[in-house]
């Protein structure tokens, strides 16, 4: 099935550095969300976004909707051993993330100690 | 409300055998989805239900596997017979409708190995 463009694929950093992904699509999306899986564990709901243009931060975590609701952003600030884990864009055509989701790729982080 | 529950978390048969996994999304939540996630293709959208009737099956693989709803509360996804490329991990989301924590939340998935 189709999946969103999600870059980089990994990314290795340093404990206290900042990090930044983003989620390119054809499509025209109505609402975007970000999931961070850990081992073993299904994807969790980090933020989601139901407005073009539209930046919402849970923490350290920030996430814009871009302007042209073809592509969003997350940015994770002062990163931390716990943010170890993949993360996964998702693009819904409804208006409230709950219908059909098309994912993306993942980008894989690891903390270099 | 203790979120998507998946059962078993864990599932070992061999080749032939049938597979029956279990899922109860979270209460009051009408929407279901049964994904299927390895490393070769990510993360992909099986069948979903509203109100318990399945609106869309195209991620569905093949004849083999088959999933139901009988309830609000309970979903099955089932593969008969099974084939060591069915190995992966399976999980089951579900959503509600409206504009407050309605989006789609994630079981911790069942980890099959087909032998």
């Known amino acids: 099935g189709q999946q969103l463009n999600q870059s980089p694929q990994s990314m290795f950093i340093q404990e206290g550095e900042d990090v930044s992904m983003n989620c390119t699509s054809s499509s025209i999306f109505n609402t975007w969300l970000w999931y961070k899986q850990d081992p073993g564990e299904g994807p969790v709901l980090l933020i989601a976004l139901y407005k073009a243009g539209e930046l919402t931060s849970n923490g350290r975590l920030t996430a814009q909707f871009g302007i042209t609701r073809k592509d969003s952003f997350l940015n994770i600030s002062a990163s931390i051993p716990s943010d170890v884990g993949i993360y996964f864009c998702a693009g819904d055509f409804s208006n409230f993330g709950n219908e059909k989701l098309t994912f993306g790729t993942g980008t894989r982080l690891t903390i270099i100690p | 409300d203790a979120g998507v529950i998946q059962s078993p978390r864990h599932e070992v048969t061999e080749m032939g055998q049938e597979v029956t996994l279990r899922c109860k999304p979270i209460?009051?939540?009408?929407?279901l989805f049964w994904y299927r996630q390895t490393m070769m293709r990510g993360l992909e959208l099986l069948i979903y239900f509203n109100n318990n009737v399945p609106i869309d099956d195209s991620g569905m693989p093949e004849d083999r596997f088959s999933a139901k709803m009988p309830n609000a509360s309970f979903s099955t996804l089932k593969i008969q017979p099974s084939e060591p490329r069915d190995s992966a991990v399976y999980f089951c989301?579900?959503?509600?409708?409206?504009?407050?924590?309605?989006?789609?939340?994630f079981g911790p998935g069942t980890r099959l190995t087909v032998l």
């Open positions: 209460s009051g939540h009408d929407y």
């Open positions: 989301a579900s959503s509600g409708t409206g504009t407050v924590d309605n989006e789609q939340f």
